[in-house]
């Protein structure tokens, strides 16, 4: 576990489970375009959730790379799930300005909705190719960026499935958060 406290805004990188953080107001989704079930986060996000969330998350499909949208949580601990779709890695370009275009837009919409905290996984690292250090420095740096505007979101949760992921975001965001 590693902690930082930027403008106000606490980071913490934790080594778990998305669907069992049930301290948070929202979790994200590591979503497909259509926001059906699939494997991954978004398999685990459904199934926890339960079928409520599919059918809730039929009038919001299809949403693009970069865009996020929000959704009750259903059968998960969260009241709330904010779904992403991040870029198939080198395919949907530029992928470091859209996966930050996730960042930006799932924690602002998570500010608009007055909500103080959420978790991510780390997005677009899995099925769709982005390498993990890139990824988290991308991840952080969009992050660390708008802490200041930020008036209600107070803590910000990433949640890596493996020992090794979480230790390397830690690594990214001390430094990161050293620069900045
Ligand atoms: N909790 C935390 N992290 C997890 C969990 C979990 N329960 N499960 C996997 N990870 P991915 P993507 C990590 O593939 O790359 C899906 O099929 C995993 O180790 O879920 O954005 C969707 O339907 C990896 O580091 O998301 C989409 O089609 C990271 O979460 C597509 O995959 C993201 O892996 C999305 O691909």
Redesign the pocket.
């Known amino acids: 576990m590693f902690e930082l406290n930027h403008q106000g805004v606490t980071l913490r990188c934790v080594q778990g489970?998305?669907?069992r953080q049930s301290d948070l107001d929202a979790v994200v989704n590591?979503?497909?375009a259509e926001l059906r079930p699939?494997?991954?986060?978004?398999?685990?996000i459904h199934r926890a959730a339960g079928p409520e969330l599919d059918a809730a998350c039929r009038s919001l499909a299809p949403i693009r790379p970069g865009e996020a949208v929000i959704t009750a949580g259903y059968g998960l601990p969260n009241p709330w799930v904010i779904h992403c779709l991040?870029p198939v890695y080198g395919v949907d370009r530029p992928s470091d300005g859209l996966l930050a275009d996730c960042y930006r837009n799932a924690v602002e919409l998570a500010d608009r909705e007055q909500l103080q905290s959420i978790g991510f996984?780390?997005?677009?690292?899995?099925?769709?190719g982005y390498p993990m250090e890139a990824a988290a420095e991308v991840a952080f740096r969009t992050l660390l960026g708008l802490c200041a505007s930020l008036g209600h979101v107070r803590h910000i949760r990433f949640?890596?499935?493996s020992e090794a992921?979480a230790e390397l975001h830690a690594r990214v965001l001390r430094r990161l958060g050293e620069e900045s």
């Open positions: 489970d998305i669907t590591a979503a497909n699939g494997g991954g986060v978004a398999g685990a991040g996984p780390a997005l677009s690292t899995g099925a769709f949640v890596l499935f992921d």
